[in-house]
C-alpha cells in the first residue's frame, strides 16, 4: 500500500505524531547510551555528535513511544487495519531497536524481506521505522545540541546526527539561511550560496524558484532552491515574506508543500530526503 503523501488523514496523522514526539521530549531525557568522552572527541575532531549506524538505542523507550504511536495509526485511515494488526501481533518479533538500525542504515534489504515475512507493504514498515527513528533522534538532539556551535557549523550535514537536512528557512530576523535535519530536527547556519548536498558555490549554477500566485505573498515565501551540478533540490521558506506573527512549523510546512517537490522532480531535480514526506520503497536511498 502506497502511503498518500498528499492526503488530510495523512497530514492529520503526521500533525498528531508531531504533538507526540514533543510531548515525549518533556517526558525522557535520554534515548540512547553514549559517552561523554566521546562526544567530546567527535566536537574535536569537528564531526556530527552521533553516529547513526551505530547506535545503542534504549527498547524501552521504542517501546514507550510505540505504546502512543501505534494506537494513532489504527485512527487514522492511512495504512490498512489488517497490516496494523500484524505489526502488532509480531511487534516483539520484529524487533524495534532492529527496525529503526535498518532505517538509519538504509537497509532496504531487510525492510523487504520482514515485508515478504509478514505480508505488510515495506513502506509501512518505512514509515513506523522513520517516525520511531525521529521520536529517538529529537529526543537525543534536544540534549545533545547544546555542545554544538549551530552558528558556526556551515556543513550541509547535521552537527549532531550526520544526517540531510530536511527543509531550510531564511530566518525572519537576519535572514541567515538555517537547515533542518529530517532526523533529529536540529537546525544549523549554513551559507547562502552553496548546494547543501554537494558544496558546490558557483552562483551560476545555483538558482531557485517559486509559484508566483499574484498578490498572494504567502506563497512566495516557499521556494524550491536547486543546484544544477548534484541535481539536487531543498525547499526553502522564507520567514521574512510571511506575517511578522506567524512562525512556521518546518516539520509539517515540509509535508504542507508537496506540491513544490512534485515540481522540483518534474525538472528533473532530487531529494534525499523527500521519503521522509512520502515514505516509500522505491524513494528509500
Ligand atoms: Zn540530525
Ligand atoms: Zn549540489
Redesign the pocket.
Same mark, same amino acid.
Given at each position: 500500500m502506497t502511503v498518500p503523501a498528499e492526503s488530510k488523514t495523512y497530514l492529520d496523522l503526521c500533525q498528531k505524531i508531531a504533538e507526540l514526539r514533543s510531548a515525549f521530549k518533556t517526558r525522557y531525557q535520554k534515548g540512547i547510551e553514549i559517552l561523554d568522552e566521546e562526544i567530546q572527541k567527535r566536537v574535536e575532531e569537528n564531526k556530527p555528535l552521533l553516529d547513526i549506524q551505530d547506535l545503542k538505542i534504549e527498547k524501552k523507550l521504542l517501546d514507550e513511544f510505540s505504546r502512543d504511536f501505534l494506537p494513532l495509526l489504527e485512527k487514522h485511515d492511512v495504512f490498512s487495519q489488517e497490516e496494523i494488526r500484524i505489526f502488532l501481533a509480531n511487534k516483539e518479533k520484529i524487533n524495534l531497536s532492529k527496525l529503526v538500525r535498518s532505517i538509519l542504515s538504509k537497509d532496504l534489504h531487510n525492510l523487504r524481506s520482514l515485508s515478504t515475512q509478514y505480508q505488510v507493504g515495506t513502506d509501512f514498515f518505512i514509515f513506523v521505522g522513520l517516525n520511531l527513528s525521529q521520536a529517538v533522534l529529537e529526543l537525543c538532539a534536544s540534549e545533545l545540541k547544546q555542545k554544538v556551535d549551530q552558528e558556526n557549523w556551515l556543513k550541509g550535514n547535521c552537527p549532531v546526527c550526520g544526517s540531510y537536512p530536511a527543509i531550510e528557512k531564511l530566518r525572519k530576523d537576519d535572514g541567515k539561511r538555517i537547515l533542518r535535519c529530517g532526523f533529529c530536527a536540529t537546525e544549523w547556519h549554513h551559507k547562502r550560496i552553496m &548546494?547543501?548536498? &554537494?558544496?558546490?558555490e558557483d552562483h551560476n549554477?545555483?538558482r531557485y524558484f517559486f509559484i508566483d500566485e499574484g498578490s498572494s505573498t504567502e506563497k512566495s515565501a516557499f521556494r524550491v532552491d536547486v543546484?544544477?551540478? &548534484?541535481?539536487?533540490y531543498i525547499k526553502t521558506i522564507d520567514e521574512r515574506k510571511l506575517p511578522q506573527s506567524e512562525k512556521p512549523d518546518l516539520y509539517l510546512e515540509n509535508l504542507n508543500t508537496i506540491y513544490l517537490d512534485v515540481l522540483a522532480q518534474k525538472d528533473g531535480y532530487k531529494s534525499p530526503t523527500y521519503w521522509m514526506v512520502a515514505p516509500s520503497e522505491d524513494l528509500f536511498v
Open positions: &548546494c547543501p548536498f &554537494c558544496g558546490n549554477s545555483l543546484c544544477d551540478k &548534484c541535481k539536487r
